[in-house]
């Protein structure tokens, strides 16, 4: 599933970081479709796992500047996040590269993002509208 417009929080920075995660995020299901290499399976994972610490740490830092009054439930949803993010990698890398593992888990990561961003980080645009 490719990022869309209606799924657009306002924020420039914000917007271009969801691009990158679900461009990286759609190689990575095309990659376990395709069954292509476990190393590259496990690179691109790696990558959204980094890729995702730092946009969360972007999305944080942007909203302390804005004194965002939601910050505390980001935070915490970030955390979570990125606590289901190591279990998958963890699962990828334990099982030899089970393209299986990747495959059930596409769902629950598009699902998480799309629900994600359209529940809460839109609530970040709406809020720095207020702000400008």
Request: aromatic share 12%; proline share 2%.
């Amino acid at each position: 599933m490719p990022w869309t417009p209606n799924l657009s929080v306002g924020v420039t920075m914000i917007d271009d970081q969801h691009k990158m995660w679900f461009e990286k995020a759609e190689k990575l299901f095309e990659a376990g479709r395709n069954n292509q290499a476990k190393e590259y399976v496990g690179e691109l994972l790696k990558f959204l796992d980094d890729y995702t610490k730092k946009h969360f740490a972007d999305e944080e830092k942007y909203m302390l500047s804005i004194n965002y009054p939601e910050y505390n439930a980001q935070k915490s949803a970030h955390t979570t996040f990125i606590a289901e993010l190591t279990k998958l990698r963890n699962a990828y890398e334990t099982s030899g590269g089970n393209l299986v593992v990747i495959i059930n888990a596409n769902q629950m990561i598009l699902d998480w993002l799309t629900k994600h961003i359209s529940n809460m980080d839109k609530k970040i645009g709406e809020f720095a509208k207020t702000k400008a």
